[in-house]
T-cell receptor
Framework: DTEVTQTPKHLVMGMTNKKSLKCEQHMGHRAMYWYKQKAKKPPELMFVYSYEKLSINESVPSRFSPECPNSSLLNLHLHALQPEDSALYLC????????????FGPGTRLTVL | ELKVEQNPLFLSMQEGKNYTIYCNYSTTSDRLYWYRQDPGKSLESLFVLLSNGAVKQEGRLMASLDTKARLSTLHITAAVHDLSATYFCAVDNNNNDMRFGAGTRLTVKP
């Protein structure tokens, strides 16, 4: 299984809602990542989990809260988002940390109203 | 701060022609990545370049890395329509800080 899955594919939420994005991989990878990509822009690294520990936080606002329950799962909890947070959220995994070859999921397209 | 510059940002090619995309970066790095993204889709890893002078080829695409010049190139040989996509380079500055270039939007015309 060489696939990274993400749910949901699309999400529309209000600014007062709480929602979560989910990511799963069964490749035995020990590092997982969250990226944010605005339309026609490059991806921006948000969080890195290496061996289930958060190893970097790119000064992302606290309304985004990552969670890594185990080495196969990665969540991104969303609360009190702003319309400018609307974007494609991509999850990726790699065999080791250090940002080696990453396999990306299909993404969740988030719209904040 | 790590900066990554790609050029050109837009590239329109005729099928069968050759062209090169350039990626310059501002700080020392041992790792450079090339990705492809189709419209509305996720990213696909193309190449990982790990050392000075590294050259990798896959089909009509060839990537190289010159760490002294802080430059990577993605060369397209005899372009075909299926290569139309956005290509990103990305650089890891050995500090878990990974930055992407702005992307090159490639269109290959018949």
């Amino acid at each position: 299984d060489t696939e990274v899955t993400q749910t949901p594919k699309h999400l529309v939420m209000g600014m007062t809602n709480k929602k979560s994005l989910k990511c799963e991989q069964h490749m035995g990878h020990r590092a997982m990542y969250w990226y944010k990509q605005k339309a026609k822009k490059p991806p921006e690294l948000m969080f890195v989990y290496s061996y289930e520990k958060l190893s970097i936080n790119e000064s992302v606002p606290s309304r985004f809260s990552p969670e890594c329950p185990n080495s196969s799962l990665l969540n991104l909890h969303l609360h009190a988002l702003q319309p400018e947070d609307s974007a494609l959220y991509l999850c990726a995994s790699s065999q080791w940390g250090n940002l080696d070859t990453q396999y990306f999921g299909p993404g969740t397209r988030l719209t904040v109203l | 701060e790590l900066k990554v510059e790609q050029n050109p940002l837009f590239l329109s090619m005729q099928e069968g022609k050759n062209y090169t995309i350039y990626c310059n970066y501002s700080t020392t790095s041992d790792r450079l990545y090339w990705y492809r993204q189709d419209p509305g889709k996720s990213l696909e890893s193309l190449f990982v370049l790990l050392s000075n002078g590294a050259v990798k080829q896959e089909g009509r695409l060839m990537a190289s890395l010159d760490t002294k010049a802080r430059l990577s190139t993605l060369h397209i040989t005899a372009a075909v329509h299926d290569l139309s996509a956005t290509y990103f380079c990305a650089v890891d500055n050995n500090n878990n800080d990974m930055r992407f270039g702005a992307g090159t939007r490639l269109t290959v015309k018949p």
